[in-house]
């Protein structure tokens, strides 16, 4: 049967069918990275509910060539689109696993770099590459249709530091595309290419020029000493307001910033660093940009997935961004102003004492700056409480999930020099993990009640998404490794299955013909895989447990209920 169905994709691949656009997809796809337009990260499907959850076990297993990425897999009409390295895209049976077809870029003069998906949008799959540039593939054969390189502009120069790690987010006619840059000039820019040619239509610069709006905000610094400012993460979209949105990460030249500077108007915050942008996707133009934590000093990123919805507030229905930063407090911002509304501190990190509840500015413990020559302890890790893996929110119960680790850094004379202050940097244990043994957290916000929820301690942290579903379940792999499901209002541990590796992905469901599956991606390595594991063996060691880490390899692992067992 996996035959038959792998050669009837084949020829519907080929069929010359209309496709829906990227945002009017059906329940049973993931059709795009989060999902939604929103970034939920949630699944409409009930099949996998609490009571059949117990009889969900592995349907098929593909492995993948090694390499540095965290890709979310896409499903659309019973075909996986996988993205992996070295800039190989795969099109996959969701059934069974079987190879329908692959494309295989090779990049000039770069090595393959950290990716986190693709776009889909009517017959086409939208793929960032090592070298700077955006395919797009057709998704019935793989066949490239064009392929752009994106211009680096003055005072930017090529170079390693620049690349694509985030999904490409389609809206109309629009494929939009951030782009990192950690040391580079100028720093992070946003380009929308042309649906049908790929021609750039509009560039936004995330780090303000000299003489524009924001440009005072960088201590007097010129243009080309001015760096910072990726964007490599995801954007998502409200089709009401029109407005994309995305979140712009820090500078890592922190030392220019350390010392006010004696210019009459001149401030240090840095915009649009770790700011919440909203942009017109037409045109490209900004229409309104919240900072959460100016000048910041610790490389705590508020880089991640904006997430929409609807709250009441005083009484009234209010669309709503929302964000979790590496410190795991969520901003809630009113999402057509930017106005500030409200917070939610998880309460693992030690750097900020207060936050205006008008303006949601953040009161900075000034003991926490880097001083090599003053050591101090701060949490979370550079790393992050909450990085990569991104939060889900479910809408039946108005929480937002969150994946959280339990660790610190200690600034001082020795270590690692990751920022340009002149710091050094070494580990330190979280107080809670060393308290209770566990480094680990799933923690749910109570978004109506403006408050936490649940939480559970896990003894691995959490290295992937987190996935909440309409069959009252929340999933997340860790580094045990396995991949769990827990109560979505309870948050009671319910199932849970070992993995060959350690997760590192986004944790995805559709459903093929009335059967649902979850799959996630294992054994691929990145920044945050690896930091997080190696630390989680030395946290370990020192508990008096070894961690003997897996080595199945990289490989893309799906699960499944019996096939009797249909989505209603």
Known sequence: MRAVRSALLRALCLAQVVLPPAFAQSPADWAQWGRTYDGANHSPLTSIDSGTVARLAPVWRVSIEPGLSMPTPLVRDGVMYLHTSPDTLLALDATSGAELWRHVHKPEGAASTMKMGVGLAKDRVFV??????????????????????????????????????????????????????????????????????????????????????GGESWNGLPLEKRSGGSVWHQGTYDPELNLIYYGVAPTYDTGPLLTPSDQQGVTRDALYTNSTIALNPDTG????????????????????????????????????????????????????????????????????TKIDPKTGAKTIDLEKLPDPNRPSVYCPSPSGARSWPATSVSQKTGMVYVPITEWCMRFGPDGYRLLSSGAGLTAADHPDAVKDGMMGRLQSLDLSGRSLGWSVDLAAPISTSTLSTSGGLVFAGDLTPSLKAFDDMTGRAVWSAPLGDYPSSSVISYAVDGRQFVAVVVGMKNNHINDMSRRYAEFMKRQGAAVVAPSSGPAIEVFALPTKERTP
């Open 128 to 213: 960032p590459t090592s070298d700077l540039h955006v395919l797009a593939l057709d998704t019935r054969t793989g066949a490239k249709i064009w392929d752009h390189a994106i211009e680096i502009r003055p005072p930017a120069e090529p170079g390693p530091t620049l690349g694509l790690r985030s999904a490409p987010l389609v809206v109309g006619n629009r494929v939009i595309q951030g782009v990192t840059t950690s040391f580079v000039a100028g720093g992070g820019f946003i380009v929308a290419m042309d649906i049908e040619s790929g021609r750039e239509i509009w560039r936004f610069n995330t780090i303000a020029r000299p003489g524009e709006p």
């Open 285 to 352: 133009k900004l229409v309104w940009s919240y900072q959460h934590m100016a000048n910041d000093q610790w490389d705590l990123d508020w880089v991640f997935e904006r997430q929409l919805t609807s709250l009441r507030i005083n009484g009234e229905t209010r669309r709503v961004v929302m964000t979790i930063g590496k410190m795991a407090i969520l901003d809630v911002l009113d999402a057509a102003s930017g106005a500030y509304l409200f917070s939610i501190d998880t309460g693992t990190q030690n750097i900020v």
